[in-house]
């Protein structure tokens, strides 16, 4: 079946500091990944996304690189600012549908 | 501007009444997408819809109706069978359902039982 596996949070960090959030998938055939960002009462708004193996998404500073060896897809910010502060959601899409992680919550302190 | 829009964003019902959630898209998308979403958690989906007059069951479609009549609109139900309706419920749309494009968002209604 087709699932996705995301870092519990929440995750603090100073402002400057290096992002990681590790996401982990399982997928039948060639899905889509994606990186999305909510914030506080609002929808979901696309980051960024990478459609097949050893694409790299970008966004804001923000990178992904789709592995397909280790089914992988882990979000990276090289220098977080306190306006990043957010739950970030990684989703992949297969066939019909979207499946989505659980969520992440990033807290930048500055 | 091309978007997806919910409406209303907050919504108050009282036990053992049914209320409908409108979603409207302008942007020619054919799939659309209804998620629950509750505290701390990820979206879990409710119902789905490929093209007009045709929709599925998602992972926990108990306690809700759709209908798919005309393309642009996707409107939810939430019926007195559901039990704990208390959540954010967000509308989705997509070009084609899955494959390599994205899914967009309206900005959710908060659904509370009083």
């Known amino acids: 079946g087709n699932s996705v596996t995301q870092m519990e949070g929440p995750v603090t960090l100073s402002e400057e500091a290096f992002l990681t959030i590790n996401c982990t998938y399982t997928?039948?055939?060639?899905?889509?990944l994606f990186w999305y960002v909510q914030y506080p009462g609002e929808g979901l708004q696309l980051l960024l996304k990478a459609t097949k193996a050893d694409d790299k998404g970008s966004n804001k500073g923000f990178e992904a690189t789709y592995r397909k060896e280790t089914t992988s897809f882990h979000l990276e910010k090289g220098s977080v600012q306190v306006s990043d502060s957010a739950v970030y959601f990684c989703a992949l899409g297969n066939f019909n549908k979207f499946y989505f992680g659980s969520g992440t919550k990033l807290n930048v302190k500055p | 501007d091309g978007g997806i829009t919910q409406s209303p964003k907050y919504l108050f019902r009282k036990e053992g009444q049914n209320v409908t959630l409108s979603c409207e898209q302008n942007l020619n998308h054919d799939a659309m997408y209804w998620y629950r979403q509750d505290p701390g958690q990820g979206l879990r989906l409710i119902y789905y819809?490929?093209?007009?007059?045709?929709?599925q069951k998602g992972d926990i479609a108990e306690g809700y109706s759709v209908s798919r009549e005309k393309k642009e609109s996707f409107p939810l139900t939430v019926t007195s069978a559901q039990k704990n309706p208390t959540a954010f419920y967000l509308c989705?749309?997509?070009?084609?359902?899955?494959?390599?494009?994205?899914?967009?968002f309206g900005q959710g209604t908060r659904l509370t039982v009083v």
């Open positions: 997928a039948t055939g060639y899905p889509s």
């Open positions: 989705a749309s997509s070009i084609a359902a899955g494959g390599g494009t994205e899914a967009f």
């Open positions: 819809s490929q093209i007009v007059n045709d929709f």
